[in-house]
């Protein structure tokens, strides 16, 4: 399925435009307004005038994503707020999305991981087994009846009756 045209991931394209517009036109010089500097550069990627709640929340958004690739590279556990914050990210139109987080996460006790994936193959080995052993019951069941159909007996009741 195509992703809607919004969906595209433009987080990087943000992070660069918010990065150029700090060091090459604010420059940290007094009388210069960041604000104003990411103002013009996102609106001209996002293709929309910028409120001041974006200009607000979206320099947030991209400082925490920062120190969680920091986090991330240093080899870090990360909190489950954590690798949910992980799955956002800044569409094409300027607004943040979030994906649907579908992993199970790390297991916090892998001793009892392990027992459990070993009692639940033994589970598997043994359910096999029986479904085994209950063919070979219905096919042996299938054929004493075809003998018996074959040799003219028949059931009538619980009694075996010759045709």
């Known amino acids: 399925m195509k992703l809607p045209p919004h969906r595209i991931d ?28 990411l103002q013009y550069g996102w609106s001209m990627l996002f293709r929309r005038k910028m409120t001041d709640h974006d200009l607000d929340v979206l320099p947030k958004f991209l400082k925490k994503r920062l120190w969680m690739d920091i986090k991330i590279k240093g080899n870090d556990k990360l909190s489950h707020k954590e690798r949910m914050f992980n799955q956002q990210f800044i569409g094409a139109d300027g607004y943040i999305y979030m994906n649907k987080m579908m992993c199970g996460g790390t297991p916090s006790n892998p001793i009892e991981t392990a027992r459990i994936e070993k009692l639940l ?43």
Do not use: C, P, V
Request: aromatic residues 14%; charged residues 40%.
């Open 10 to 37: 433009y987080t990087k394209h943000a992070q660069e435009i918010h990065d150029s517009a700090m060091y090459k036109g604010y420059k940290f010089i007094k009388g210069r307004n960041l604000d104003s500097w």
């Open 121 to 163: 193959e033994q589970a598997k080995h043994d359910r096999l087994a029986r479904y085994e052993e209950y063919e070979m019951r219905m096919l042996k069941e299938m054929a004493e009846k075809k003998r018996f159909n074959d040799q003219g007996f028949t059931y009538k009741g619980i009694k075996l009756i010759r045709r």
